[in-house]
């Protein structure tokens, strides 16, 4: 069983930094993607950035590639996340997930979940 564990989450002031990290037991990158999502109070998940097999990174939605960016190792069977210049509104839980594929921004087409990590910005 494919098992993700986040962790990097933290409470940190607007315009800070923040390093977010998942590892991934139990698989290879080998035909596989991960990406990240969030959920915010109140809203729904939306997806934040994915990279593919291939090292193909995108961004859900543009946007976020000024101030965000994943990354992965593969030795260590970790994808990150790095975000700067955080803002309140990227307020939210963040969430690992792997699926067999390409890159989708539709969280029903990933297979393996974890549990998150809370992102704070306050003002």
């Known amino acids: 069983q494919v098992q993700v564990v986040e962790s990097g989450g933290g409470s940190v002031q607007a315009g800070g930094s923040l390093r977010l990290s998942c590892s991934v037991s139990r698989m290879s990158f080998d035909g596989y993607a991960m990406g990240w999502f969030r959920q915010a109070p109140g809203k729904e998940r939306e997806g934040v950035s994915c990279v593919n097999w291939a090292g193909v990174r995108t961004y859900y939605p543009n946007s976020f590639a000024g101030r965000f960016t994943i990354s992965r190792d593969g030795a260590k069977n970790t994808l990150y996340l790095e975000m700067n210049s955080l803002k309140p509104e990227d307020t939210a839980m963040y969430y690992c997930?792997?699926?067999?594929?390409?890159?989708?921004?539709?969280?029903?087409?990933?297979?393996?979940w974890g549990q998150g990590t809370q992102v704070a910005v306050s003002s």
């Open positions: 997930a792997v699926r067999y594929g390409d890159c989708s921004r539709s969280e029903t087409d990933f297979d393996y």
